[in-house]
């Protein structure tokens, strides 16, 4: 059974990881051609949203405890980044040329193609030192400049929510409207995202220390 359970893990990191480099490919293509970070959407933003949406299987996966994440530290992170990208950016057609989704969806794929490798590579108990280095080390750079990037392009949304009474019908009902309920995003996004960069440091810390500890008795 674990063995199934590995192969199956290995194989749904790969078509991420696959799917991640492509789509910075394509950005990185679009880029070079065009000399413009306006493109970013338009070459990669329906793959992107494709496996995000996909990404909820991992959420699953620490709940029915495949792996040992548990379930709500990948909500959390699921969760934010698709009301992102689905309710606002591939709703939003004013939004797609922003240079802000180029930073963040460069931000993201930089995590992704190297965090995708590395679970992967785990589920078969051969991932390189160097790239469990990378996972555990780049997320402190790359990842403030994603959520930056996600909450810029929030704030910058919100007038065109407001003129366009976004998602007026469902929010019919409640007291307040999706414009209110994003600029109550803005303000807990730092707050939550802060949890999830200690948990992350936290991981670092009990992933990289043991090796430490042996090269200094070494």
């Not at 970070?37 to 620490?62: D, K, M, P, R």
């Not at 990208?85 to 995590?111: G, K, N, Q, S, Y």
Request: proline content about 5%; glycine content about 6%; charged content about 15%.
């Amino acid at each position: 059974m674990a063995r199934l359970s590995n192969l199956y893990l290995f194989c749904y990191n790969s078509v991420q990881a696959f799917g991640w480099a492509v789509a910075l490919f394509r950005i990185s293509i679009d880029f070079l051609s065009t000399k413009s970070i306006n493109g970013a959407y338009a070459s990669a933003g329906e793959l992107i949203c494709l496996l995000q949406t996909l990404g909820f299987i991992e959420v699953i996966h620490g709940a029915v405890g495949i792996v040992p994440s548990g379930f709500l530290f990948p909500l959390m992170q699921w969760g934010g980044r698709t009301h992102f990208l689905l309710a606002i950016i591939r709703r939003i057609d004013e939004v797609h040329e922003l240079p802000v989704v180029f930073i963040t969806f460069v931000a993201w794929c930089c995590i992704e193609v190297i965090r995708y490798p590395f679970y992967a590579l785990s589920c078969l108990g051969n991932c390189p030192s160097f790239l469990t280095y990378l996972r555990y080390t780049v997320f402190i750079v790359i990842y403030p400049i994603g959520v930056v990037g996600e909450m810029w392009l929030m704030y910058q949304a919100l007038p065109v929510i407001m003129e366009k009474n976004l998602y007026g019908d469902y929010f019919s009902a409640m007291p307040f409207s999706y414009h209110a309920f994003v600029k109550a995003v803005l303000i807990c996004y730092p707050f939550l995202w802060l949890q999830l960069y200690l948990y992350l440091f936290k991981q670092r810390r009990s992933k990289l220390r043991p090796r430490n500890k042996e090269k200094k008795r070494e």
